[in-house]
């Protein structure tokens, strides 16, 4: 049963989402899987919110029963991804699936970080359409065997999810392009374009459709009391706000791996607060770099108000009594997966292979995603430049572009190919000799032995990306470079190793290279140069590059990354079960209230029983902001006000003061009907104890020569900043506000 604040948050109704179940046949409940329930039921610990009337909601808000048993009752991480790290593949028969582990995803890899008495779990969608008759064996088998809870959505509702909300706009917005057009709809065009379209509220609707079956999985699996949940990319970023809401005390980290675009473009995004809210509804958000998070940080300051701290190293943003952890490490590679590829016996003959294909050839080596932000064409156009500006390297070098077959579709990526393929085709034309084409161009799926196998007899790799979250390839390079000793795989394994890398300013791993070329990929000739340089450096050179990138690249692994993320992810959960909390508010502007441990809520009965028991009372009120709304525009008091004031003021026990900013010409005037009103304007500086009373001045001074210096720098900062304009007091007072409206 849907409770009334989900329907409120999810916005259901205007989404018409009814047909659109997880598998096309309506909503499952929470356990209707089949499986075989053992369940372990926690009490939630402190005091949680009246959230619900339902008394079936209340249940759930304080227990929840696993469907998953345990070996060990103990500490669990929970890893929540799009798409689970699982391959799965019909039996050729066709009855049953068969599963195995995607060795290629480091989803799976982050495991060897975790400590060994922490469990890991998955849950995701499977890449596989499973009819709904075998969604519940299919869903047993993978808990049982990889310990991993499928998420299964409809066909109707993954498009409108992944390929039109997160690939169709959240991708390319946080890659810097902005929607200037509208996305076509799947009626006007075969598949849904990867390019960019408008922000479209049934997509965003579907997103956040999609993230509640997600967490309805997590319920399934879940043991709030232990579990660690650890969510995955921008796919998933709503999914924070329905764990909050219904665990309040629930150990929550998020890591992005794209980038996080600068204010200026995030701004853009209509939803742009909610889903900022519903990030920070998580103890811990990781970025791969300083820079995605310094945006991150900039977006919450001017966007909700909130300023971070720094200590000791770790950055924090206080939200609503919570200190929201700030996380950057750059994500790293599996050097075990790498290097026993390169222990294969088929992999020296591969090796042996291609280094007598480009004998005598010095090699530059780009592997890419075929996308819009690659860079593709920029780099053939640059290497094409470099054969110009450098006909020595006509004959001699070789560039091979390995371009993985692109995952979406749009009329941008298909202008993108038709330029690269005629690229390609000119500098051969152009430069080409017997025996000798300059442009090697691999559009496959290129195998991982294969792959590294170019990356062993490349003198260089070059990344020209416009725009990437991370880009593992250059590391991939330098360990396959370094190779296996023993191996002859291994380039010159009797002398020191050497590479070059290439790489864009613009992608998360070039500040982790500091002996890479950076360049900026739109500037063609400044990359030509930078591809001559890289080839045409002394053996010594690249040697010292490659010792200081090896270092580098083989001790932040991926193990390195998960395990410093959980460990600052308990960091930063510690006192979760120390202070008592109090969830609020409705949708995504749901959040939890953490106070201190001797904080007591007012009580209103407390209030008045203290009031009537005093004999000596002093009422001092604000104006601005209080007794009228600080954006209105009338500032004179109400009847109601002035009504109020004067049936405290007339009580004998009662002193009633009004402390303002404001000055006395304007305060007096306006209370002229409350007699027995104290007035304090200027802030104090100008007292006045009733209205038939003079004014006083607090303090006496003649000396406001500062206001003279002081003036000329105001005036200066007030025409710098729009809609400011400055304050001035009564001289008397000697004081100046400087003013932003």
Same mark, same amino acid.
């Given at each position: 049963?849907m409770?009334?604040?989900?329907t409120?948050?999810?916005d259901?109704a205007?989404g018409?989402?009814?047909?659109?179940?997880?598998s096309g046949?309506?909503?499952r409940?929470?356990?209707?899987?089949?499986?075989?329930?053992?369940?372990?039921v926690?009490t939630v610990?402190?005091?949680?919110s009246?959230?619900?009337d339902?008394?079936?909601?209340?249940?759930?808000?304080?227990?929840?029963a696993?469907?998953?048993?345990?070996?060990?009752?103990?500490?669990r991480?929970?890893v929540?991804?799009?798409?689970?790290?699982?391959?799965a593949?019909?039996r050729?028969?066709?009855?049953?699936?068969?599963?195995?582990?995607?060795?290629d995803?480091l989803?799976?890899?982050l495991r060897?970080g975790?400590p060994d008495e922490?469990?890991?779990f998955?849950v995701?969608?499977l890449?596989?359409?499973?009819?709904?008759a075998?969604q519940?064996?299919v869903?047993?088998?993978?808990?049982d065997?990889f310990?991993?809870a =499928?998420? $299964? #959505?409809?066909?109707?509702? &993954?498009e409108?999810f992944?390929?039109h !909300?997160?690939k169709?706009?959240l991708?390319?917005?946080?890659h810097?392009m902005l929607?200037?057009?509208?996305?076509l709809s799947?009626?006007?065009?075969?598949?849904?374009?990867?390019?960019?379209?408008?922000?479209?509220r049934s997509?965003?609707?579907?997103?956040?459709?999609a993230n509640?079956h997600?967490?309805?999985k997590?319920?399934e699996v879940?043991n709030?009391?232990d579990?660690?949940?650890w969510?995955h990319?921008y796919h998933?970023?709503?999914l =924070?706000t $329905? #764990?909050?809401?219904?665990? &309040?005390r629930?150990?929550i980290?998020? !890591?992005?791996?794209s980038?996080?675009?600068s204010s200026e473009?995030y701004?853009?995004?209509?939803v742009?607060e909610e889903?900022l809210?519903?990030?920070?509804?998580?103890d811990l958000?990781?970025?791969h770099?300083?820079?995605?998070a310094?945006h991150?940080?900039?977006?919450c300051?001017?966007?909700?108000g909130?300023?971070?701290?720094s200590?000791?190293?770790?950055?924090g943003?206080?939200?609503f009594?919570r200190?929201?952890g700030?996380?950057?490490?750059p994500m790293g590679?599996?050097m075990?997966?790498?290097?026993?590829?390169?222990?294969?016996?088929?992999?020296e003959?591969?090796?042996?292979?291609l280094?007598q294909?480009?004998?005598?050839k010095s090699?530059?080596l780009?592997?890419?995603?075929t996308?819009?932000?690659?860079?593709i064409?920029?780099?053939?156009?640059?290497?094409?430049?470099?054969?110009?500006m450098h006909?020595k390297w006509q004959?001699?070098?070789?560039?091979?572009?390995?371009?993985?077959p692109?995952?979406?579709?749009?009329?941008?990526?298909?202008?993108?190919q038709?330029?690269?393929r005629?690229t390609?085709e000119?500098?051969?034309?152009?430069?080409g000799?017997t025996?000798?084409?300059?442009?090697?161009?691999?559009d496959?799926?290129?195998?991982?032995a294969e792959?590294?196998a170019?990356?062993t007899i490349?003198?260089?790799?070059?990344?020209?990306?416009?725009?990437?979250g991370?880009?593992?390839?250059?590391y991939?390079y330098?360990?396959c470079?370094?190779g296996?000793?023993g191996?002859?795989?291994?380039?010159?394994?009797?002398?020191?190793?050497?590479?070059?890398?290439v790489?864009?300013e613009?992608?998360?791993?070039?500040?982790s290279?500091?002996?890479?070329?950076?360049i900026n990929?739109?500037?063609?000739e400044?990359?030509?140069e930078?591809l001559?340089?890289a080839?045409?450096?002394?053996e010594?050179?690249?040697?010292?590059?490659h010792?200081?990138?090896y270092?580098?690249v083989?001790?932040?692994?991926?193990?390195?990354?998960s395990?410093?993320f959980?460990?600052d992810?308990e960091r930063?959960?510690?006192?979760?079960?120390r202070?008592p909390c109090?969830?609020?508010?409705?949708?995504f502007?749901?959040?939890v209230?953490?106070?201190?441990p001797?904080?007591s809520?007012?009580?209103?009965?407390t209030i008045?029983?203290?009031?009537?028991k005093?004999k000596?009372?002093a009422?001092?009120?604000?104006y601005d902001?209080t007794?009228?709304?600080?954006?209105?525009?009338n500032?004179?008091?109400?009847a109601?006000?002035?009504s109020?004031?004067n049936t405290l003021?007339s009580?004998?026990?009662?002193?009633?003061?009004?402390?303002s900013g404001r000055?006395?010409d304007s305060?007096?005037?306006m209370?002229?009907?409350?007699?027995?009103?104290?007035?304090?304007a200027?802030?104090g500086?100008?007292?006045?104890?009733?209205r038939?009373?003079?004014?006083?001045?607090?303090?006496?001074t003649s000396?406001f020569?500062?206001?003279?210096m002081?003036?000329?720098?105001m005036n200066?900062?007030?025409e710098a900043?729009?809609?400011s304009?400055?304050?001035?007091?009564?001289?008397a007072a000697?004081r100046?506000?400087f003013?932003h409206?």
């Amino acid at each position: 049963m849907m409770s009334r604040s989900y329907t409120n948050l999810l916005d259901l109704a205007a989404g018409n989402f009814a047909a659109l179940g997880p598998s096309g046949g309506g909503r499952r409940r929470s356990g209707s899987f089949g499986m075989k329930r053992m369940p372990r039921v926690m009490t939630v610990p402190g005091p949680l919110s009246d959230l619900d009337d339902d008394d079936d909601e209340q249940a759930a808000t304080s227990s929840v029963a696993s469907d998953v048993p345990s070996s060990a009752v103990g500490e669990r991480l929970i890893v929540v991804a799009n798409q689970l790290p699982v391959v799965a593949r019909r039996r050729a028969d066709g009855r049953g699936w068969v599963f195995s582990w995607d060795e290629d995803s480091l989803l799976l890899r982050l495991r060897d970080g975790v400590p060994d008495e922490m469990e890991v779990f998955f849950v995701g969608s499977l890449r596989a359409d499973v009819p709904p008759a075998e969604q519940d064996e299919v869903s047993q088998t993978l808990i049982d065997g990889f310990r991993c809870a =499928p998420v $299964f #959505l409809s066909p109707e509702l &993954n498009e409108r999810f992944y390929h039109h !909300f997160c690939k169709g706009y959240l991708w390319p917005l946080f890659h810097y392009m902005l929607p200037f057009a509208a996305q076509l709809s799947p009626a006007t065009e075969a598949a849904p374009s990867s390019d960019g379209g408008r922000f479209d509220r049934s997509a965003w609707e579907a997103y956040v459709l999609a993230n509640k079956h997600f967490y309805e999985k997590v319920v399934e699996v879940i043991n709030p009391e232990d579990d660690y949940i650890w969510v995955h990319d921008y796919h998933l970023m709503a999914l =924070p706000t $329905f #764990l909050r809401r219904r665990f &309040n005390r629930l150990r929550i980290g998020f !890591f992005l791996h794209s980038p996080f675009p600068s204010s200026e473009i995030y701004r853009t995004l209509p939803v742009r607060e909610e889903v900022l809210r519903t990030l920070l509804n998580c103890d811990l958000i990781g970025f791969h770099t300083f820079d995605y998070a310094r945006h991150f940080l900039s977006c919450c300051s001017r966007m909700l108000g909130l300023e971070y701290q720094s200590k000791r190293g770790y950055i924090g943003l206080e939200y609503f009594g919570r200190t929201v952890g700030i996380k950057i490490m750059p994500m790293g590679i599996h050097m075990g997966q790498l290097q026993s590829v390169l222990r294969l016996p088929e992999q020296e003959q591969k090796v042996a292979e291609l280094r007598q294909r480009f004998e005598g050839k010095s090699v530059l080596l780009g592997v890419d995603d075929t996308d819009i932000f690659k860079g593709i064409n920029l780099k053939l156009l640059a290497f094409e430049t470099m054969l110009r500006m450098h006909p020595k390297w006509q004959g001699r070098a070789v560039l091979v572009q390995i371009a993985n077959p692109p995952r979406g579709k749009g009329k941008e990526l298909e202008t993108i190919q038709a330029e690269i393929r005629v690229t390609c085709e000119r500098i051969n034309r152009d430069f080409g000799q017997t025996g000798y084409s300059p442009v090697v161009f691999i559009d496959r799926n290129v195998p991982s032995a294969e792959r590294l196998a170019y990356y062993t007899i490349a003198e260089c790799v070059v990344v020209t990306a416009v725009r990437d979250g991370m880009n593992l390839t250059p590391y991939e390079y330098i360990v396959c470079r370094q190779g296996i000793p023993g191996s002859e795989s291994a380039p010159e394994v009797s002398g020191p190793k050497k590479s070059m890398l290439v790489v864009s300013e613009f992608i998360g791993c070039s500040p982790s290279l500091s002996g890479a070329i950076r360049i900026n990929p739109w500037n063609i000739e400044t990359t030509a140069e930078a591809l001559n340089e890289a080839i045409s450096v002394s053996e010594q050179e690249k040697q010292l590059r490659h010792g200081k990138h090896y270092r580098y690249v083989s001790t932040h692994d991926v193990s390195y990354w998960s395990r410093s993320f959980v460990q600052d992810l308990e960091r930063a959960c510690k006192d979760h079960f120390r202070k008592p909390c109090w969830g609020i508010g409705l949708g995504f502007g749901f959040r939890v209230v953490a106070l201190d441990p001797h904080f007591s809520k007012l009580n209103l009965d407390t209030i008045v029983m203290s009031y009537e028991k005093a004999k000596s009372r002093a009422i001092l009120l604000d104006y601005d902001g209080t007794l009228v709304p600080q954006a209105s525009i009338n500032k004179e008091p109400s009847a109601e006000i002035v009504s109020i004031i004067n049936t405290l003021c007339s009580d004998s026990n009662n002193i009633v003061s009004i402390v303002s900013g404001r000055s006395r010409d304007s305060l007096g005037p306006m209370f002229a009907s409350c007699p027995k009103l104290g007035l304090a304007a200027e802030h104090g500086y100008f007292l006045r104890w009733t209205r038939d009373e003079e004014w006083q001045t607090i303090t006496r001074t003649s000396d406001f020569g500062w206001m003279q210096m002081a003036e000329p720098v105001m005036n200066l900062y007030t025409e710098a900043t729009d809609g400011s304009y400055i304050d001035e007091g009564e001289r008397a007072a000697g004081r100046f506000c400087f003013m932003h409206w």
